[in-house]
């Protein structure tokens, strides 16, 4: 084998087609575009045209709301939360908050704040900071010794107090 004779796989590479370069392309004049009108021009708008119909998007009824004030919680288990200290990635003599979990990888971003979850059981006693906490969650760290406490959301700067 020589350099030369490499080559690809036959109909591996196809060739792009090239419009308006005469009749016997096959794709000359109109390009396989179709006649006039707005389709055959560039910068088409016609994604939910119906033909002057009322089009369907705006024949339906709008439903939903999004919340801009809405706060948004990183979300962590107890389960997770007695692995991390299982594998050392979590001081359980240290206060357990959102930015040591984030510290020691367990989060990958604060968010607006830590929710604690009572997924799983906590065998460890721990002193944990939340923005919130299940009962179930608070009821399993108390059992374990520990205890829970809560922080008031983070307040924007033109909100009246």
Not at 57 to 68: A, D, Q, T, V
Request: glycine share 14%; aromatic share 2%.
């Amino acid at each position: 084998m020589k350099l030369s004779d490499i080559a690809d796989n036959a109909g591996s590479r196809k060739k792009r087609m090239r419009v308006g370069r005469g009749i016997g392309s096959g794709k000359g004049k109109t390009s396989g575009r179709g006649g006039k009108g707005q389709t055959a021009r560039s910068g088409v708008r016609i994604k939910g045209f119906e033909g002057g119909q009322m089009p369907m998007h705006r024949r339906l009824p709008k439903r939903g709301f999004n919340n801009i004030f809405r706060l948004d919680f990183a979300e962590i288990n107890l389960d997770r939360l007695q692995e991390a200290i299982d594998n050392k990635l979590v001081d359980a003599g240290a206060t357990v908050n959102v930015e040591s979990l984030v510290k020691a990888g367990v989060l990958r971003r604060a968010k607006d704040g830590l929710r604690l979850l009572g997924r799983g059981e906590i065998k460890t006693k721990l002193t944990i900071e939340a923005h919130g906490a299940s009962k179930s969650a608070i009821a399993a760290v108390e059992k374990a010794g520990g205890s829970v406490k809560i922080l008031a959301p983070a307040k924007d700067e033109g909100e009246a107090a």
